[in-house]
């Protein structure tokens, strides 16, 4: 069985929100030629990506959401959605196989497929509210990968963690009283979006890092809090939502991670997934805005999910 699927689709890359848009259409394209270019790409399943059903976005969106966003898609040029988001003529569709890319994830380890995925897929999720479009996220793709894994597959207890340099405030938004959805999540603070930083639930595991720091904070938090509070919940399948933009070359924040630090980070959770739940893991792109520093970043990510 190949272990570790790359699951992608063109569409994502005709999403484009304009020429000096951070959040490009080259996101994904480097990550895939950094994988050709090293080597990985030919130990990794590669599968386009499933359109998800409306049914599927709606078990986390408000059917209003839903269709206000279908309402104003346009057939050319760009329409804003909220000051830093923009939706154009191939943004819906894009939209619909980035959400269905995490489904496929699901479907794909919990029928034997594979072990673990990679979704290379955009726009990005994690912002993304009930009924809130924001941070250039339309649809929470980890989420309706979570929620149908608990509602479709019968999972019990499912963890997420969330390494994006932003805070995943939508995904808290949306399972803040769910107790079988762990959350764990850096991010620097004060930053945006400024929200939902100080949730006291006891499944959401917050770890703020303040300007200017460097990965210590985040490692000394995976093995005092992280850890203990991941084997003390038994998670059936964890979900990464993997940002990034954490990485001190990159535009959109104030952190210092450097590039192996994604994959120390993604060792400490393959190791534990695979003491946990049969190593089964979902992974969906969030940000990341440096193409360069975001290809390898990802690469080593991938990298550690293809290994043991």
């Not at 980890?142 to 963690?161: D, P, S, T, W």
């Not at 990464?240 to 450097?258: E, L, R, Y």
């Not at 190593?279 to 990341?288: F, Q």
Request: aromatic share 10%.
């Amino acid at each position: 069985m190949t272990k570790t699927a790359l699951i992608f689709h063109e569409h994502c890359e005709l999403h484009d929100m304009g020429e000096d848009h951070p959040e490009s259409p080259r996101r994904t394209q480097v990550i895939r030629e950094q994988l050709i270019n090293t080597g990985l790409m030919p130990q990794l399943l590669q599968l386009r990506a499933e359109h998800a059903s409306k049914e599927q976005v709606l078990r986390v969106h408000h059917q209003t959401y839903v269709e206000q966003l279908d309402r104003i898609s346009p057939k050319v040029g760009l329409v804003q959605a909220d000051p830093d988001t923009l939706i154009g003529p191939y943004t819906w569709e894009a939209s619909y196989r980035a959400a269905g890319a995490g489904i496929q994830a699901v479907d794909g380890i919990l029928h034997g497929d594979f072990e673990r995925a990679f979704c290379a897929v955009r726009p990005p999720g994690h912002h993304a509210e009930p009924n809130v479009t924001m941070g250039f996220c339309f649809f929470n793709n980890v989420a309706i990968a979570a929620e149908h894994a608990l509602k479709h597959h019968g999972l019990q207890r499912v963890a997420i963690i969330d390494f994006d340099v932003h805070q995943c405030n939508g995904t808290i938004e949306m399972f803040q009283n769910r107790p079988e959805v762990a959350i764990f999540t850096s991010f620097q603070h004060p930053f945006y979006p400024n929200s939902h930083w100080a949730a006291e639930h006891p499944h959401i595991h917050l770890t703020p890092m303040v300007a200017y720091s460097d990965f210590r904070d985040v490692k000394q938090a995976w093995q005092a809090q992280w850890r203990p509070a991941l084997i003390a919940h038994q998670p059936e399948m964890i979900f990464i939502s993997a940002g990034f933009d954490a990485h001190t070359k990159d535009p959109m924040s104030q952190t210092n991670w450097q590039s192996q630090d994604f994959y120390w980070l993604t060792d400490a959770i393959v190791t534990l997934a695979n003491e946990l739940c049969a190593g089964r893991i979902v992974s969906v792109l969030e940000g990341g805005y440096h193409l360069a520093a975001l290809a390898e970043s990802a690469e080593l990510h991938i990298r550690r999910l293809t290994e043991s």
